[in-house]
Nanobody, 124 residues
Framework: QVQLVESGGGLVQAGGSLRLSCAASGLIISNYGMGWFRQAPGKDREFVASINWSGASTYFADSVKGRFTISRDNAKNTVYLQMKSLKPEDTAVYYC?????????????????WGQGTQVTVSS
């Protein structure tokens, strides 16, 4: 039974930081590339960041580049998204996802498994 469970979301003031975690069960994340996506109400789910199977390569959306960091701890079967200098436009539900191809994919249709999401709200 594959499960990806996000945690760490909440309410934070603009300029603050937040660290999201995605704990996996039923799969070994070292066999997967991992990604983070986000979706605001009424908007499409958009790519945020991705990391290859080993963590040696990462990729970020232009909107978060320089502010967000994606990392993984394969021994803990967990992937992280460290968010700094948060802006109100970062407000969304954040989802982690697993890509069996292990590629650095920005396309949501290429990911096999998804978590339920965690809400991040950034206030002014």
């Amino acid at each position: 039974q594959v499960q990806l469970v996000e945690s760490g979301g909440g309410l934070v003031q603009a300029g603050g930081s937040l660290r999201l975690s995605c704990a996996a069960s039923g799969l070994i994340i070292s066999n997967y590339g991992m990604g983070w996506f986000r979706q605001a109400p009424g908007k499409d789910r958009e790519f945020v960041a991705s990391i290859n199977w080993s963590g040696a390569s990462t990729y970020f959306a232009d909107s978060v580049k320089g502010r967000f960091t994606i990392s993984r701890d394969n021994a803990k079967n967990t992937v992280y998204l460290q968010m700094k200098s948060l802006k109100p436009e970062d407000t969304a539900v954040y989802y982690c996802a697993a890509d069996l191809t292990t590629r650095l994919s920005t396309l949501k249709e290429e990911y096999e498994y998804w978590g339920q999401g965690t809400q991040v709200t950034v206030s002014s």
